[in-house]
């Protein structure tokens, strides 16, 4: 929270399908990330983005795709390339690599 | 291998306690260390970032410890509140690429 909102915050893919979450910022950061939270693991990044236009891949970027076309905004597309994606997902913005600051989180549920 | 470990795994006390959680890490080079608490179904809240010439910092009731030599830290809570139930999650930035290494987290619970 905090500048950073992230929609919907529960979400149901039925299987074959593709999804969006969304991630906006008001905190003029720069950079924004995209992180998976499974239980009893850490968070693992997909994605980031540290300037418009412009993205790379995290560890785990298998079966998902972003785009960054405006500074405020970087949504996550789970496709149906990815085999298991029931978890938690967390966007985050940094200016600096120092603050980060975490949204409010999406809980994606294959049905 | 660049990792965060965490323990205990989960915690249970009784309301007004203190407590110790622990983080180890081997992440090389470092760059600084994050406590986050988060609570459950929510994003992870920032509660003290200790960069590597930094041995203590506090933040109300809870108070963050770094020794980069043994690399060790530890957040002691205070007086324990059940508002305090919540996941703690030692995040140590650092390594080729100075990106976040996670810790899986302690989980917390506190009873009146």
């Known amino acids: ?111 | 291998k660049n990792q965060v470990e965490q323990s205990p795994q989960s915690l249970i006390i009784l309301e007004g306690k203190n407590c110790t959680l622990q983080c180890n890490y081997t992440v090389s080079p470092f760059s600084n260390l994050r406590w986050y608490k988060q609570d459950t179904g929510r994003g992870p809240v920032s509660l003290t970032i200790m960069t590597f010439s930094e041995n203590t910092k506090s933040n109300g009731r809870y108070t963050a410890t770094l020794d980069a030599d043994t690399k060790q830290s530890s957040l002691h809570i205070t007086a324990s509140q059940l508002s305090d139930s919540a996941s703690y999650i030692c995040v140590v930035s650092g390594g080729d690429t100075d990106k976040l290494i996670f810790g899986t987290g302690t989980r917390l619970q506190v009873f009146p």
């Open chain 1, 1 to 111: 929270d905090g500048g950073i909102t992230q929609s919907p915050k529960y979400l149901f893919r039925k299987e074959g399908q593709n999804v969006t979450l969304s991630c906006e910022q008001n905190l003029n950061h720069d950079a924004m990330y995209w992180y998976r939270q499974d239980p009893g693991q850490g968070l693992r990044l997909i994605y980031y983005s540290q300037i418009v236009n412009d993205f790379q891949k995290g560890d785990i970027a298998e079966g998902y795709s972003v785009s960054r076309e405006k500074k405020e905004s970087f949504p996550l597309t789970v496709t149906s390339a990815q085999k298991n994606p029931t978890a938690f997902y967390l966007c985050a913005t940094t200016k600096t690599n120092y603050g980060y600051t975490f949204g409010s989180g999406t809980r994606l549920t294959v049905v």
